[in-house]
């Protein structure tokens, strides 16, 4: 296989690998955080963890806000929030809810910060829906960062949440705070900021106190509970209607259920919001609004032999007989085994367009530095104290691009060799290069970023506050141990 078919596939394939963001799951009422990794002692397998890895999100990239089952007493505060608890003016950043908000909160930043300032993605299950909603607020997020809220969330998915008080808004049990919050943040507040909202309920249950079905009769309970009336249609726990938020894509899931467990019992379902074969009934219209591609990825056929021919198979078909699964799955399967083949060029930018196509054999530094030539040049050749101007595209080693200077207006990052000015390993990586070509340098982290990050030297050094963090988390190791950087360079000029 050539390096240009090589590259012509990695261009089809890599928006799906790197187009998946930070999630966080925000528990419902009297639910713990391990419910949605391994629900009622369960194998993790089951858990909406994996089952979402299992659909190309990285299961390092998914969080869980911290809430044990223990918490929820918390709400019980409210009872000394006087007088809005007894006058039903209760707010969500109370006494009673107010602990879960500041964890929320505080969960959306790491995942922000850790992912190096990608936009986050919520999954908010039940109470915390509306919950989720408060915590949004009025859209500033951070004023000590200048941050919009809208710079660090790019959408809410609410599973079964309740988003309307009953029709007797006195007999609320939230006591005024869900009121409050469709008050202040009615409907899809911040879609106007480009926050994209989806509202999925179920519709599996129809309470009925009469009947011989304990689910039936639960379901009435909990129907009545949430909008006054028990005969509805709904999740089990909440009635479809009151799932719905205004402005916000509505789905709307037949046969699915609220909880991992049977309504009335402690026994698991696999037919809730978060099951294997119901995900996919919701993620894939999220996936596709936020143009983040198609889920449905499955562990199967991750062999590269395999991968590449059912590629080529479903590049073929009929489009009738192509599923989303195949799709997706055969291409995140085929860019896995390009890379294993050493072909892993990335997509061309003006800066790999010019000069002759080069095929040279990587060579290794003692320090560790190996570099590549990917194109010749034909100036001079770079050597110790000459002024050096290069166009970059700095990546970490899995090719995920940190920032480039592309990215930045196309301003070179000038320095002399040997001065100090060039992180070390691009230092040493750059000699003998000829003006005009390009190269690709891997240098590990203790000849990187080691000190001076913040204050802007040795570079090149990314302006913005997200590609800082990916680089941090680079040199912390957070992700994989021994990872390095990659650098792709073209010396523009040499004096």
């Not at 528990?27 to 909406?48: C, R």
């Not at 507040?189 to 011989?212: N, P, Q, R, T």
């Not at 021919?309 to 489009?319: D, Q």
């Not at 860019?335 to 892993?344: G, M, T």
Request: contains cysteine; hydrophobic residues 40%.
């Amino acid at each position: 296989m050539t390096k240009r078919f090589s590259f012509v596939l990695s261009c089809i394939l890599l928006q799906n690998v790197q187009s998946y963001c930070p999630v966080v799951i925000c528990p419902g009422f009297g639910n713990d955080s391990i419910d949605y990794k391994a629900p009622l002692e369960q194998d993790e397998e089951v858990g909406l963890i994996s089952v979402l890895g299992r659909r190309g999100f990285d299961k390092e990239k998914i969080y869980t806000v911290p809430i044990k089952r223990s918490d929820w007493f918390n709400v019980a505060r409210g009872l000394f929030d006087i007088p809005a608890f007894y006058t039903g003016n209760a707010k969500a950043d109370g006494l009673g809810y107010g602990w879960y908000l500041k964890r929320l909160r505080d969960t959306i930043d790491l995942a922000y910060e850790e992912s190096g300032g990608e936009k986050v993605l919520l999954l908010a299950h039940s109470a915390g829906g509306w919950l989720a909603r408060a915590a949004l607020g009025d859209g500033s997020w951070c004023e000590t960062r200048e941050l919009r809220t809208s710079e660090v969330v790019q959408g809410l998915v609410t599973l079964g949440a309740i988003h309307r008080v009953p029709e007797d808004a006195s007999t609320c049990v939230t006591r005024g705070a869900l009121k409050n919050t469709d008050a202040l943040y009615p409907g899809a507040f911040l879609a106007d900021e480009g926050i994209k909202y989806f509202s999925v309920g179920g519709a599996a249950v129809e309470g009925d106190i009469e009947s011989e079905s304990k689910a039936q009769r639960v379901a009435f309970d909990g129907y009545k509970a949430v909008s006054g009336v028990g005969k509805r249609i709904g999740d089990g726990v909440v009635p479809f209607e009151w799932t719905q938020l205004e402005n916000a894509k509505q789905i709307r899931l037949d046969g699915v259920f609220h909880s991992i467990n049977e309504a009335g019992t402690t026994d698991p379902t696999d037919n809730w919001y978060g099951s294997e074969g119901v995900v996919d009934r919701w993620l894939d219209q999220v996936l596709a609004d936020l143009e983040l591609g198609s889920s449905s990825v499955s562990q199967d056929d991750r062999n590269g032999e395999n991968a590449l021919a059912g590629f080529f198979s479903n590049l073929f078909k009929p489009a009738e007989f192509i599923s989303r699964r195949d799709v997706v799955r055969n291409s995140m399967a085929s860019l896995v085994a390009l890379s294993i083949c050493n072909e892993d060029i990335q997509p061309a930018t003006a800066m790999y367009e010019n000069g002759p196509t080069v095929d040279t054999e990587k060579v290794v530094l003692p320090s560790g530095v190996s570099f590549q030539d990917l194109r010749a040049g034909d100036g001079d050749e770079v050597v110790e104290g000459k002024r050096v101007n290069i166009q970059w595209s700095l990546k970490r080693s899995n090719g995920y691009i940190i920032d480039s200077s592309a990215n930045n207006d196309g301003v070179p990052f000038i320095f002399i060799v040997g001065s100090g000015a060039a992180i070390k390993g691009l230092d040493e990586g750059i000699r003998g290069m000829k003006v005009g070509g390009i190269r690709r340098i891997v240098i590990p982290p203790s000849l990187s970023y080691v000190d001076g990050l913040e204050e802007g030297k040795p570079g090149p050094i990314p302006p913005g506050f997200g590609p800082k963090q990916r680089i941090k988390r680079v040199m912390n190791m957070i992700d994989v141990p021994d990872e390095s950087f990659m650098i792709d360079l073209k010396v523009t000029r040499q004096q």
